[in-house]
């Protein structure tokens, strides 16, 4: 098999949510670096521009995070986190002729319970309680305080 035909192949097998996870996380963590770094004056907008590679981008302000891409279609992909009200949003624009242009919602979700998972579809060598006692065993801090 061909690599390109086994990359194809592979990437039809893998469910949607993996790349809105993704995104999402990658959504996430830029919110939360935004945070680290604080913001200056409240209600004012700091906006930072992130090529992610392979035509993908990231943008931010105080409440929204914006991160674009393209999914194993072709067709162009926006995921929006609102980091005040914790939902998440996923578009999809196709181009085209007339009768093929479209922009549509995905799918969108409340992610605050989501945040709070210690994992879900996780197959990590260790998992979060495994790790979190052997942290704990060795007399080393938990982040966070957890």
């Known amino acids: ?21 993704g995104c999402a996380l990658t959504a996430l963590g830029l919110a939360r670096a935004s945070a680290l770094q604080g913001g200056g004056d409240p209600g004012t907008e700091t906006t930072q521009v992130l090529g ?6 990231a943008d931010s302000n105080n409440r929204m ?4 891409g393209s999914d194993i279609t072709g067709a162009s992909i926006l995921y929006l986190v609102d980091t005040e009200t914790m939902r998440l949003a ?15 919602l995905v799918g969108a979700r409340r992610i605050d319970l ?11 060598k260790y998992d ?15 982040p966070g305080g957890q």
């Open 128 to 142: 979060y309680k495994t790790l979190r006692e052997q942290f704990l065993s060795q007399g080393l801090p938990i």
């Open 1 to 21: 098999m061909r690599a390109s035909t086994r990359s194809n192949a592979l990437a039809g097998r893998l469910p949607g949510w993996i790349l809105v996870a």
């Open 90 to 104: 996923v578009y999809q624009a196709r181009g085209g002729g007339d009768s093929m242009q479209e922009v549509k």
């Open 114 to 124: 989501d945040l709070l998972l210690d994992g879900f579809n996780d197959s990590s």
């Open 65 to 68: 995070i914006a991160v674009t």
């Open 52 to 57: 992610l590679g392979g035509g993908a981008s």
